[in-house]
């Protein structure tokens, strides 16, 4: 079946610091990739997505590529913010699956000023 | 436009009542979604809809049941809690079509088993 496994956390850095969150996933034909926000005491936002092969996914200064041939869509930003605090999902809808969404177990993120 | 709303916050239950969590959405979806939140456990789907009068199982279904008797409301029952189904349990719907393919959340409802 479908799954996504990504970076465990806690991840911890400080303001203006670089930001990769590991993403990989296992599904059969092409599924759409995406990644979704969830701030402190909040429901899950999405963030970004993409559902073509060498796809970028954009969003507040995020970005995103679905690598086809190695299976991943690594979130990353240039410069974080205190604001970024908070827990990041990679997820996938398989083809064909009642529009249904595989979560990988989170990632937290805090920033620190 | 509120979106998805679940009811209630926050609830407290002891070991074998029952209690009913309220999902509704005014954006008109066809499909909507229940999850759990646990910790270290991502968020695993209960149950699903995929239109008015419809249901279906997802990964942890037992324990659970739902009904779906008009299209902007998603009811999840527990009809004898048990500790185990302590969690945040949040209602998603989708939007397809148009380039949107979006799962909108609620805001959760947590619930405490003692």
């Known amino acids: 079946g479908d799954s996504v496994t990504q970076m465990e956390g806690p991840v911890t850095l400080s303001e203006e610091a670089f930001l990769t969150i590991n993403c990989t996933y296992t599904a059969t034909g092409y599924p759409s990739l995406f990644w979704y926000v969830q701030y402190p005491g909040e429901g899950l936002q999405l963030l970004l997505k993409?559902?073509?092969?060498?796809d970028k996914g954009s969003n507040k200064g995020f970005e995103a590529t679905y690598r086809k041939e190695t299976t991943s869509f690594h979130l990353e930003k240039g410069s974080v913010q205190v604001s970024d605090s908070a827990v990041y999902f990679c997820?996938?809808?398989?083809?064909?699956?009642?529009?249904?969404?595989?979560f990988g177990k989170g990632t937290l993120l805090t920033v620190n000023p | 436009n509120a979106g998805v709303t679940q009811t209630p916050k926050f609830r407290v239950l002891k070991t074998g009542q029952s209690m009913t969590l309220l999902c509704a959405q005014d954006?008109?979806?066809?499909?909507m979604y229940w999850y759990r939140q646990d910790p270290g456990m991502g968020l695993r789907l209960i149950h699903y809809?995929?239109?008015?009068?419809?249901?279906a199982k997802g990964e942890v279904p037992d324990g659970y049941n739902v009904s779906r008797l008009k299209k902007q409301n998603f009811l999840l029952g527990l009809e004898s809690a048990a500790p185990s189904q302590t969690s945040v349990y949040f209602c998603a719907s989708y939007e397809e079509g148009g380039g949107k393919e979006t799962q909108y959340f609620g805001p959760g409802t947590r619930l405490l088993v003692l």
């Open positions: 993409a559902t073509k092969a060498d």
């Open positions: 809809s995929v239109g008015e009068g419809t249901t």
């Open positions: 954006m008109n979806h066809e499909y």
């Open positions: 997820a996938l809808r398989g083809g064909g699956s009642n529009y249904k969404l595989t």
